[in-house]
């Protein structure tokens, strides 16, 4: 829709001019089961011969943060938790199974 584009293209100039990037990128968007997320992605200055590449998240707000680094910690943590589900669209929500007394306590 028309106001999406708009938001997504005011704050990815915003995001280039706070950031510093040469360009930036829309990836894409994630549909979640409440709420949807766009990706981002801003090029550097090559050191070498690639450029580094910083990933930036926004919600339905259109403010961009910073993705955090992906870890071989992180990656062994979601292999481990088996993740299959969709998207939830709440970036507070954790991935952690919930404890037995934590999901009795939610529901009640």
Not at 4 to 33: C, D, N, Y
Not at 37 to 44: D, I, K, N
């Amino acid at each position: 829709n028309c106001q999406e584009v708009v938001g997504i293209q005011a704050s990815l100039t915003l995001l280039q001019r706070q950031q510093k990037h040469p360009s930036i990128h829309f990836w894409g968007k994630v549909f979640g089961m409440k709420a949807d997320y766009y990706l981002a992605f801003g090029l550097s200055e090559a050191e070498f011969e690639l450029p580094a590449k910083a990933y930036y998240w926004a919600g339905e707000d259109f403010e961009f943060k910073p993705l955090p680094k992906l870890t071989a910690e992180n990656v062994a943590k979601m292999v481990e938790l088996g993740l299959d589900k969709p998207f939830a669209g709440d970036p507070g929500k954790s991935i952690e199974p919930a404890v037995d007394g934590e999901e009795a306590a939610e529901e009640g």
